[in-house]
């Protein structure tokens, strides 16, 4: 006797959600799984990290686009756009959609993601998601954003970013709150296409979070060197509006609680982000910053619910832990974990078929590295960087720090180690050091004991060809999606010989984009030896 498909539900159908659905494929197509997918947004899956570039004209829609729902279709699936889950019956193992329809599951995964952070603002309306909240105003809560002034929007979505392309080609105002990897993001990408640009922040530096001061002044130099304006020290406190041609009332300036009036035509709030947790919440799934789940990215409070993504908080579930209202760890926020995740869960799902073990743990992830993408202007960053070169830590008696500044020029690098070991530096405006930092952190390699010779990198006379460990066939070239030189040249070597053609055969560079320099210079220097793969090891 055939066994029933295993009916999975998917809520959420963002990046992290469409690679899910693209792994699970195979077993849809033999029939063993039985899926549904809830989208939410009216649209085909696409890549959100790159929201910012297309709300300044800088990529169109098609190339953002990752799912593949008519393939997806013909495999089996059910892919349901435009459809939202209101609730989950977890006793009954069903999904309330808004269309009034309940679908079952055997397992349920959720792939929400996260919302933008709407602060505390006078005459912006904040709404609260705890448990009672959303007992109270559910329908008006869940799957459902803050509903923002005119004027006012966040940068999360398509609708978003068709605000601000319209506020960059009429050359307005724009005024971004918060001064964080995305907001920066905008920013230069809107001031380099036009628009008169003011980024206001509370913090001491752009990117407070990420860089140390002497990184954080060099960055807030080059952006003051782009034309954008940056107003530090400021923490918003209220908005003020005014009434347009239309009479309609409209974002006019941000108030700063030290007096500053910062006049724009439109206000972008770039405050963080945080998980969607309503749907969750109200099913009882045990939730803290994000959904909790164990390492099997299974949720502590049912063996049949799971989550991957923005809205998955992992968490090593223990007695103590158990009993703690809050808990450690958070998540990632990042495209490349997500799409781990989202592989892991649907090999444990064909595991699960085909009588396997189910329970092994998503492989740990690698500090997250931390990249601001903009024409122009390179800042990298990881790992604990707060120790200064003068510091005497007996607590750390073998951490050294090396340190370089040329202001003038916008470029700086700070380094850490510890025996020799790097374990965290921050790189400006200097793009091959960068590079080569960040494969030396990742293979917890030593650094020379003369600091100073990784500055040639960007020097003028600097020949990338000469290099070959930066092109050995095993160093990793895509973080996101875990391709190497190797795997590029493989691909150039079939007749994939642009970035993009690359993206197409690989993934690689089709995740945060950080990574497309690099995949130019594989492909560069595969063209100059036509086509041999790199022999060095």
Same mark, same amino acid.
């Given at each position: 006797?055939?066994?029933?498909?295993?009916?999975?539900?998917?809520?959420?159908?963002?990046?992290?959600?469409?690679?899910?659905?693209?792994?699970?494929?195979?077993?849809?197509?033999?029939?063993?799984?039985?899926?549904?997918?809830?989208?939410?947004?009216?649209?085909?899956?696409?890549?959100?990290?790159? #929201?910012?570039?297309?709300?300044?004209?800088?990529?169109?829609?098609?190339?953002? !686009?990752?799912?593949?729902?008519?393939?997806?279709?013909?495999?089996?699936?059910?892919?349901?756009?435009?459809?939202?889950?209101?609730?989950?019956?977890?006793?009954?193992?069903?999904?309330?959609?808004?269309?009034?329809?309940?679908?079952?599951?055997?397992?349920?995964?959720?792939?929400?993601?996260?919302?933008?952070?709407?602060?505390?603002?006078?005459?912006?309306?904040?709404?609260?998601?705890?448990?009672?909240?959303?007992?109270?105003?559910?329908?008006?809560?869940?799957?459902?954003?803050?509903?923002?002034?005119?004027?006012?929007?966040?940068?999360?979505?398509?609708?978003?970013?068709?605000?601000?392309?319209?506020?960059?080609?009429?050359?307005?105002?724009?005024?971004?709150?918060?001064?964080?990897?995305?907001?920066?993001?905008?920013?230069?990408?809107?001031?380099?296409?036009?628009?008169? #640009?003011?980024?206001?922040?509370?913090?001491?530096?752009?990117?407070?979070?990420?860089?140390?001061?002497?990184?954080?002044?060099?960055?807030?130099?080059?952006?003051?060197?782009?034309?954008?304006?940056?107003?530090?020290?400021?923490?918003?406190?209220?908005?003020?509006?005014?009434?347009?041609?239309?009479?309609?009332?409209?974002?006019?300036?941000?108030?700063?609680?030290?007096?500053?009036?910062?006049?724009?035509?439109?206000?972008?709030?770039?405050?963080?982000?945080?998980?969607?947790?309503?749907?969750?919440?109200?099913?009882?799934?045990?939730?803290?910053?994000?959904?909790?789940?164990?390492?099997?990215?299974?949720?502590?409070?049912?063996?049949?619910?799971?989550?991957?993504?923005?809205?998955?908080?992992? #968490?090593?579930?223990?007695?103590? !832990?158990?009993?703690?209202?809050?808990?450690?760890?958070?998540?990632?926020?990042?495209?490349?974990?997500?799409?781990?995740?989202?592989?892991? !869960?649907?090999?444990?799902?064909?595991?699960?078929?085909?009588?396997?073990?189910?329970?092994?743990?998503?492989?740990?992830?690698?500090?997250?590295?931390?990249?601001?993408?903009?024409?122009?202007?390179?800042?990298?960053?990881?790992?604990?960087?707060?120790?200064?070169?003068?510091?005497?830590?007996?607590?750390?008696?073998?951490?050294?720090?090396?340190?370089?500044?040329?202001?003038?020029?916008?470029?700086?690098?700070?380094?850490?180690?510890?025996?020799?070991?790097?374990?965290?530096?921050?790189?400006?405006?200097?793009?091959?050091?960068?590079?080569?930092?960040?494969?030396?952190?990742?293979?917890?390699?030593?650094?020379?004991?003369?600091?100073?010779?990784?500055?040639?990198?960007?020097?003028?006379?600097?020949?990338?060809?000469?290099?070959?460990?930066?092109?050995?066939?095993?160093?990793?070239?895509?973080?996101?999606?875990?391709?190497?030189?190797?795997?590029?040249?493989?691909?150039?070597?079939?007749?994939?010989?642009?970035? &993009?053609?690359?993206?197409?055969?690989?993934?690689?560079?089709?995740?945060?984009?950080?990574?497309?320099?690099?995949?130019? &210079?594989?492909?560069?220097?595969?063209?100059?030896?036509?086509?041999?793969?790199?022999?060095?090891?």
């Amino acid at each position: 006797m055939t066994a029933a498909p295993l009916r999975v539900v998917l809520i959420g159908y963002g990046p992290v959600g469409a690679r899910f659905v693209d792994e699970l494929l195979p077993l849809v197509r033999t029939g063993d799984i039985r899926l549904t997918v809830v989208a939410g947004e009216d649209i085909e899956a696409y890549n959100r990290v790159l #929201v910012a570039e297309y709300a300044v004209g800088g990529t169109d829609l098609e190339s953002m !686009l990752l799912g593949d729902r008519q393939s997806a279709e013909e495999a089996g699936a059910r892919v349901l756009l435009g459809v939202a889950a209101t609730s989950i019956d977890r006793a009954a193992q069903l999904v309330q959609l808004s269309t009034g329809e309940q679908v079952g599951y055997d397992r349920l995964v959720l792939a929400t993601g996260s919302r933008a952070n709407v602060p505390t603002l006078d005459g912006v309306e904040r709404n609260r998601r705890d448990l009672d909240s959303l007992q109270k105003y559910g329908a008006k809560l869940v799957a459902r954003d803050d509903e923002l002034p005119d004027g006012v929007t966040t940068l999360r979505d398509l609708a978003d970013a068709e605000r601000v392309l319209e506020a960059v080609r009429a050359r307005r105002r724009i005024v971004v709150l918060g001064a964080g990897v995305l907001g920066l993001e905008l920013a230069l990408a809107a001031a380099h296409a036009g628009a008169e #640009v003011c980024v206001v922040h509370h913090g001491p530096h752009p990117m407070p979070r990420n860089l140390d001061r002497g990184g954080g002044q060099v960055l807030r130099q080059a952006l003051r060197r782009t034309g954008i304006a940056v107003i530090a020290h400021s923490r918003a406190e209220a908005i003020a509006f005014r009434t347009d041609e239309h009479g309609r009332r409209r974002f006019d300036q941000l108030v700063t609680a030290d007096g500053k009036q910062v006049r724009g035509d439109l206000l972008v709030l770039s405050c963080g982000v945080s998980p969607r947790n309503e749907l969750a919440t109200l099913a009882g799934l045990r939730t803290a910053v994000g959904v909790v789940v164990h390492p099997s990215l299974q949720s502590w409070s049912d063996p049949n619910v799971y989550a991957i993504g923005d809205c998955a908080q992992v #968490v090593e579930r223990t007695d103590e !832990l158990a009993g703690q209202r809050v808990l450690p760890g958070a998540p990632s926020g990042l495209i490349g974990p997500g799409w781990r995740q989202a592989s892991h !869960l649907a090999a444990a799902f064909a595991d699960e078929i085909a009588g396997r073990s189910t329970d092994a743990a998503a492989p740990a992830e690698r500090e997250p590295i931390v990249m601001l993408k903009a024409e122009h202007i390179d800042v990298v960053a990881v790992g604990d960087i707060a120790a200064d070169p003068w510091d005497d830590d007996a607590g750390h008696p073998r951490r050294r720090v090396s340190q370089w500044a040329d202001p003038e020029h916008l470029r700086y690098v700070k380094m850490v180690t510890e025996e020799g070991v790097l374990t965290g530096f921050v790189s400006v405006g200097m793009p091959r050091t960068s590079a080569e930092l960040t494969l030396l952190f990742e293979r917890g390699g030593e650094l020379p004991a003369d600091r100073s010779l990784l500055l040639r990198f960007d020097g003028p006379d600097y020949d990338p060809s000469t290099d070959a460990d930066a092109f050995a066939p095993t160093a990793t070239v895509c973080w996101c999606n875990g391709v190497t030189v190797e795997r590029i040249e493989e691909a150039a070597a079939c007749g994939s010989t642009t970035v &993009e053609c690359v993206g197409r055969d690989t993934r690689a560079g089709t995740g945060c984009g950080g990574c497309k320099g690099r995949i130019a &210079e594989v492909l560069a220097r595969a063209a100059e030896t036509g086509g041999a793969p790199t022999l060095t090891a």
